[in-house]
């Protein structure tokens, strides 16, 4: 991230892509149009990944073609590469994206096929704590409802979320990117105090009034657990200004707003982690026996 | 602030299944007051589940709740219409609820998923709509590929060919961003013209909107909000980048509502925000 990036006090949007999707077209998936949707939408910049990434075996052209696209747009647009712990050479993935400035690498469980404690996710979470880089999950794409037939991964479960959350002496910060109440719910508290601390959940698909899923969660997990994103450009970006600016009167108002996480503040968390190494937070949790 | 009309609302009352029924309806009205909703056209679907299915509602659950849409309408008035809501598996009864229901004031017929939208039984309520010059709201699953639970969902192809069965009733296709697959609805519908549609719904991909606009045009789309005032709000910001102009602009967030409800329905609430529908019909 660069100082022009983190002198802007806008946010800086955890969740976007470019490129297209396989199942439905998406309009004008290109870097200099998310530059402008960005500036248009308040944010300061972005973790961007490479969206037809997901959905390939080996995860190096699409770093490539990620790395390639966004240079140009340097300190705005953040490489967010994709590390697939299961692939030969995924240490030299994360090697690439720390040496490129990465925030934060991507990881598709269950595009891959990697279940609930999988150990090369694991070992994915403990070399990203130590490199000072976020581990971002997609929970979803699509709304379960719309999904196309070929499409049949699923959804990451809350389970996923919880055991890459408890390794013992991991310093992961992890970003979940696409999940309602329900999953953000059975995670949060599903988790000690100190494992919390790591996990932040992007809201742009928590439901607001009248439901008021959002209001209810920064009354409970707490706003600082909670990250902007835009989305783009599966979804329409301007939803998470939505969601804040229809926050309940009893909740900060958008002149007071809480204090919500962003890409900038997430970072910041990982490298300082990083850095500091502390010993191990407590010893209940999952050991890190993932020799493969 | 724009002006807007959301023509599909819900409310829940004291017989759903929810103890936080009061905190839910104020929060909707909260929240479109903040939007810049001038006037909610809702229904209740029975019970919502408390003692029939939403989408299958007994008879007496479907008149209880539509008896407390009338009177939360006149509470509420100008800001709140009813639609009236049926079962059309009880034709009779469905029949006297909508005469029923005019008479109280309410401003559309609501059909709901307890039978194929393209069924039989929906040709009397559909012939009703004519006769009392009132929209059908028909809930649909957009591309449905399968039965789903506790609903007998339907899709823009059964829509249209019940649409066809009846050229004088204008049929609101509801929330193309409420589930299954958008893209598919568009090319169902886009010569039924007495077919429009309302954008709520949860959904908000990028390309729904606009694909819309291309296939049915302004005059056929209506801003709606449905369960998340939040999505209502996005596609509000959004649509001024969709190319829209500004008349089509107006007509989506407010006119095509005018033009599509009775003579009246929404003078008294536009007045409060000094929109003039007379003008711009």
Redesign the interface.
């Known amino acids: 991230m660069t100082s022009s990036s983190m002198a802007d006090t806008r946010p800086v949007d955890v969740t976007s892509w470019i490129g297209g999707y396989p199942f ?4 004008h998936p290109d870097p200099e149009i998310l530059v402008r949707v960005l500036d248009r939408e308040g944010f300061a910049a972005a973790w961007v990944g490479h969206l037809p990434g997901a959905f390939y075996r080996d995860p190096v052209p699409s770093n490539r073609a990620l790395y390639t696209a966004v240079a140009p747009f340097a300190g705005v647009l953040l490489p967010a590469p994709i590390v697939r712990p299961d692939w030969p050479g995924w240490t030299e993935m994360l090697r690439d994206a720390v040496n490129a400035g990465a925030p934060a690498v991507r990881a598709y469980p269950a595009q891959w096929g990697l279940g609930p404690g999988h150990p090369a996710m694991a070992e994915l979470a403990f070399a990203c704590g130590e490199a000072g880089v976020a581990l971002h999950v997609t929970v979803r794409f ?2 379960l ?2 999904r196309h ?1 070929m499409d049949g991964a699923g959804d990451v479960p809350a389970a996923t979320l919880r055991a890459l959350a408890r390794l013992a002496g991991s310093h992961c910060h992890l970003v979940v990117a696409g999940a309602g109440r329900e999953l953000i719910e059975e995670t949060h508290w599903g988790l000690t105090p100190p494992e919390q601390q790591r996990v932040f959940y992007d809201f742009g698909w928590v ?6 899923h ?1 209001a209810h969660l920064i009354a409970t997990i707490g706003a600082e657990r909670l990250a902007w994103s835009s989305w ?8 998470s ?3 804040v ?2 926050l ?2 009893y909740t900060p108002s958008p002149r007071a707003e809480p204090n919500l996480a962003d890409g900038r503040s997430i970072f910041g968390a990982a490298r300082c982690a990083a850095k500091s190494r502390p010993a191990a937070e407590h010893r209940a949790g999952t050991t890190s026996a993932t020799n493969r | 602030m724009t002006t807007v009309i959301d023509v599909h609302a819900h409310f829940h009352t004291p017989s759903s299944n929810r103890s936080d029924w009061q ?3 104020a ?2 009205l ?2 479109g007051d ?2 810049g909703v001038v006037c909610h056209v809702a229904s209740v679907l029975g019970s919502w589940g408390a003692t029939s299915p939403t989408y299958f509602a007994s008879p007496d659950d479907q008149t209880r709740a539509n008896d407390w849409m009338f009177d939360f309408a006149d509470e509420q008035s100008p800001r709140v219409k009813a639609w009236v809501a049926v079962n059309p598996n009880y034709t009779a009864h469905a029949l006297a609820e909508i005469e029923r229901g005019i008479a109280r004031g309410a401003i559309g017929i609501k059909l709901a998923a307890g039978r194929r939208a393209d069924d039989a039984l929906l040709d009397d309520i559909a012939a009703a709509a004519a006769q009392y010059g009132v929209p059908v709201l028909q809930h649909i ?2 591309h449905r ?1 399968r039965d789903w639970p506790n609903q007998d969902a339907s899709d823009g192809i059964e829509l249209a060919r019940l649409a066809a069965r009846h050229p004088r009733t204008t049929f609101l296709l509801a929330h193309i961003g409420g ?5 598919h609805t568009n090319p169902a519908v886009r010569d039924l013209e007495n077919i429009v549609m309302d954008l709520s719904g ?6 729904m909107i ?1 694909d819309a606009l291309r296939w049915v045009g302004a005059r056929r789309l209506l801003w709606a909000a449905d ?5 209502g ?3 509000l ?2 649509l001024p980048y969709t190319g829209a102009s500004d008349d089509d602009l107006s007509d989506m967030y407010w006119r095509n509502a005018v033009r599509l409800f009775p003579a009246g329905a929404f003078t008294d609430a536009l007045s409060r925000v000094g929109a003039t529908p007379g003008a711009t019909v």
Do not use: H, M
């Open positions: 439905r077209e998406v309009p699509e709304d409802r719309q037939l439901w607001g009034p009248p439901e008021d959002f783009w450009p599966l979804r329409l970006t301007q939803q200004r939505a969601l600016d229809l309940p009167p | 905190r839910y309806n929060s909707r909260d929240a903040r939007i699953w957009q590929r589930g299954g697959d958008w893209a949860s959904g908000i991909d990028r390309g606009d369960l998340t005032l939040c999505t709000l996005t596609k910001r959004a």
